[in-house]
């Protein structure tokens, strides 16, 4: 699988990476058997990007990929966590956390602040058994955002410096204030959330421009826009965001995937894809629960896709003209 790399750093990653969202029990839980599973699937399939999170099930997905990780060559694997939110333990007294399908055995604690990321990082690599970290991302700090830049950022750049980790950046949903580091600090990367997508093209207005400006790579997450985009054809109750599609959005999705099906192309397939056309992407992000969605996912990030599709995208009204596809030469043996 192609790697590329990441802004000006010598950190490189895979057009596809692996997210570890569904691992800490996002939505439904999952077992240890088959989070083990999963992992050794997406690394058979070439996936050596990893992303993980302290929020990913308080913990679980940070432990479990590093499970994966310490019994593979280091120098073969790229490795990102997250700082933001602290984990502090707590009597789960029976319940459930309120974000993922584990035992709350711990509660978080927003904390951008020097002492906050350290101990995060300190914290993460404890729990995932690595030396270090390759990629560390502001995660979702669109409510916290001065802090993040005033007090956060500082911290991940004295990291880098350190040689602690080798990237640094954010991960976010919000291109404004993406856009806003990007011009305002030295990233290196930053993790987009569903922003640049079949449905969404927002982040050609500020952030992707931005980015191929000061030459910072972009990741594009949540390509599938949380589940509308994930089948071939998007039925009714399908997610978008988060929350049930609404009935524009679904249309949308079905215009997309009717022209995708007219050219053999799986909806999933075109929509992992279209990200990487972009100079400024080097690679998507995609969370995988079982061996058999590895298999699924990697299978339609090989499809081969000509140019017409891209062409009847654009001519059906479905695709921002600025948006980079390869043109119809493209399809010239």
Request: charged share 25%; proline share 6%; net charge negative.
């Amino acid at each position: 699988m192609e790697r590329n790399r990441l802004g000006r750093s010598d950190v490189h990653v895979t057009e596809l990476g692996f997210g570890g969202g569904p691992l800490g029990g996002l939505f439904e839980p999952v077992d240890d058997d088959t989070a083990t599973r999963t992992l050794e699937a997406a690394w058979d399939s070439g996936i050596r990007y990893f992303d993980t999170s302290p929020h990913y099930g308080i913990g679980q997905s940070e432990r479990r990929v590093g499970a994966l990780l310490r019994g593979k060559p280091r120098d073969a694997w790229t490795l990102s966590t997250k700082v933001g939110r602290v984990l502090v333990p707590q009597d789960p007294g029976g319940r459930t956390d309120e974000a993922f399908e584990v035992p709350a055995t711990h509660r978080r604690v927003w904390d951008f602040t020097r002492d906050g990321v350290l101990r995060s990082v300190e914290d993460s690599l404890t729990r995932m058994g690595v030396d270090r970290i390759d990629v560390l991302y502001l995660h979702d700090a669109e409510e916290h955002f001065e802090d993040a830049l005033r007090d956060g950022y500082p911290a991940l750049a004295e990291l880098r410096a350190q040689g602690t980790v080798g990237a640094v950046g954010a991960g976010m949903y919000h291109t404004g204030k993406l856009t806003r580091l990007v011009e305002e600090t030295d990233v290196d990367v930053v993790m987009l959330s569903g922003r640049y997508t079949l449905l969404d093209h927002s982040a050609l207005d500020d952030l992707l421009p931005a980015c191929a400006a000061r030459g910072v790579s972009v990741l594009a997450a949540s390509v599938l826009n949380s589940g509308v985009l994930a089948t071939p054809r998007p039925s009714a109750g399908a997610t978008y965001d988060y929350a049930p599609a609404g009935p524009r959005t679904l249309e949308r999705a079905r215009r997309l995937a009717a022209v995708c099906e007219a050219h053999g192309v799986p909806l999933p397939a075109a929509a992992m894809l279209f990200p990487l056309h972009h100079p400024a992407v080097a690679g998507v992000v995609v969370g995988m629960r079982s061996a058999d969605e590895v298999r699924r996912d990697t299978d339609a990030f090989g499809t081969q896709i000509r140019a017409q599709l891209w062409s009847d995208l654009r001519g059906e009204g479905l695709l921002d003209t600025r948006a980079p596809v390869p043109g119809p030469q493209a399809d010239v043996p």
